[in-house]
């Protein structure tokens, strides 16, 4: 039998950094949604009791790097689960990018073998599993708008934001998340408004919305990045209502309402960088309806 995921990528429509832990983690309070740019998780049952990875892009372990890899073995141990699976990823969100694509493969994991092996897991059991393999995982568990706190695995659902187009542009250099918390400095920091932008979010004030993006990490990852600033410079002359770096980066994402401004947008920024995608929003994944 097989069983077939859908990955979403996510964007930070306001990211703060609150406090550094004792952990190595820090806290944060951020709004975080998902956009319609999908990896495609395929889970088989194989022979034997391993789990077999293989990945459709160059960059992406196919071992127990792979976050997929990390959810199947963490299910196989708790639920004492003695079967073989090979999980197959085709990667369209680009990687290490400020996406959460490693984290949705992740997640598409465990919403997989919970289907695949009969585990009747609650949303809850997901959330707790997702939050050993990284802190952003448990976002990803069921996607749509949440508030997420803690170091990013406390997730309360938000209303969605008013429906527009995505447009991403990813520079072609990858960033370490790791790397780019370890280098804020939170006393000189911005902190962008996170209530302010779920009250935007609640009133389905587009312009507001656009106005209140904030990311903490933006200054951070632009000094290593400079083609951030090009890109969000360029994004705003073309007419992008709202403009900001998403996650750790380097992606940067455009807003706009209007599918005329969304293809000046893509047509723009293609002369400048070679990864440019238009997305809409989405919604709650559909099939979790039924863990809640
Ligand atoms: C910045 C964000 C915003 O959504 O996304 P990405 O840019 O990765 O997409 C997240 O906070 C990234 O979450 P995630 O990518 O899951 O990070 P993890 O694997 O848990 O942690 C990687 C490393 O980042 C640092 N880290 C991560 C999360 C956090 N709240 N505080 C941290 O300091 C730690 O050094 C940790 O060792
Ligand atoms: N399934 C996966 N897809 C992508 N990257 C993965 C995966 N599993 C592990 N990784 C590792 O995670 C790192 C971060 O990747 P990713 O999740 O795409 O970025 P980000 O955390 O910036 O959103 C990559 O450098 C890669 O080595």
Known sequence: MKV???????????????????DGFHNVNMIMTTIDLSDRI??????????KIKSSAPYVPEDERNFAYQAARLIKEIYNICRGVEIVITKNIPVAAGLAGGSSDAAATIRALNQLWNLNMTYRDMLNLAAKIGSDVAFCIQGGTALATGRGEIITPIDSPPACWV??????????????????????????NVEGMQEAIKQQNFEQMCLLLGNTLEDVTMEKVPEIAQIKTQMKKIGAEGVLMSGSGPTVFGLT????????????????????????????????????
Not at 168 to 182: M, R
């Open 167 to 192: 447009v991403l542009v990813k520079p072609p250099v990858s960033v370490s998340t790791a790397e780019i918390y370890q280098a804020l400095n939170i006393e000189n920091a911005t902190h962008p």
């Open 42 to 51: 395929e889970c088989r049952d194989i022979e034997g009791d391993q789990i």
């Open 257 to 292: 309402r209007y599918e005329s401004r969304m293809q000046r947008l893509c047509n723009g920024l293609k002369g400048f960088c070679r990864e440019v995608y238009a997305v809409r929003l989405l919604q709650k994944i559909d099939i979790l309806s039924k863990y809640e």
């Open 4 to 22: 077939i995921e859908k990955a979403p990528a996510k964007i930070n429509l306001s990211l703060d950094v609150v406090s550094k832990r004792d």
